[in-house]
């Protein structure tokens, strides 16, 4: 059919891909400095209108940055990056998007922007998954030399480092609140929490509940059984609280014994 659009490939790895994709907890996040330096460096380095760096979700191609182009994301059917992340050892470049079976009758060349010239650089993370692209794209037919090649694939290596860097910074933090006994959030956890919603409940009125617990005779227990006991009473005490909350409520080991929770 004339009109008819390339369905867009899934890789074989296509579960694991996703695994790898979500441990960075990147989708949906705020604009963030790094990455918009990169998309803006690409822009300019290879002289096109548009460049964005994009995660490829399950059923959407998300851009945490996106120079040149005002969409927060694209579905997967219409992505050229789809079929980048088919070859995550190459950079994926077509010259004219209107003379490639795959692409000519996609929305984005035939409608607005009229796109005619894409390449992207898959970001592969130390797994070899391809997690998206850095990709630069022009409204006029072109070509990318060798060396070009090799600069997008550096660029797309220095995006990885960034989400690396991000995603080291996040375990870091998160370890910081974190009860190593328990598993649960630890105090200063709690109070970021208990913070971010009193200024929630001033802003909108809004109910929260707060429950505060310790254990009656903890050092008792600790004392006549042991310290290696008395940590195996703190985690069955901290599981079987955890069965009672629900997802987006807050429990938390406070102190010794202590445990509290914003509902």
Known sequence: ????IIQCPIPENEAQRLQALLSYEILDTAPEVNFDALTRVAAHTFDVPAAVVGLMDSD??????????????LDRQIAFCAFAL??????????DLEKDPRFRNNPLVTGAPKLRFYAGAPLLDHQGYALGTIAVVDVKPRNLSEVQRHVLRDLSTLVMTALDNRRRALLLSHMAKTDHLTGLANRAGFDEVLSSQMAHTVRTGEYFALLYMDLDDFKVANDEYGHAAGDEVLREVARRLA?????????????GDEFGMVI
């Open 243 to 255: 069965q009672q909350v629900r997802e987006e409520d807050m429990l938390a080991r406070i102190g």
């Open 1 to 4: 059919m004339a009109n008819e």
């Open 60 to 73: 959407r191609l998300w851009f945490k940055s996106c120079f040149g182009l005002d969409v927060p994301q």
């Open 86 to 95: 088919m070859q995550p050892g190459e950079v994926l470049v077509v010259e």
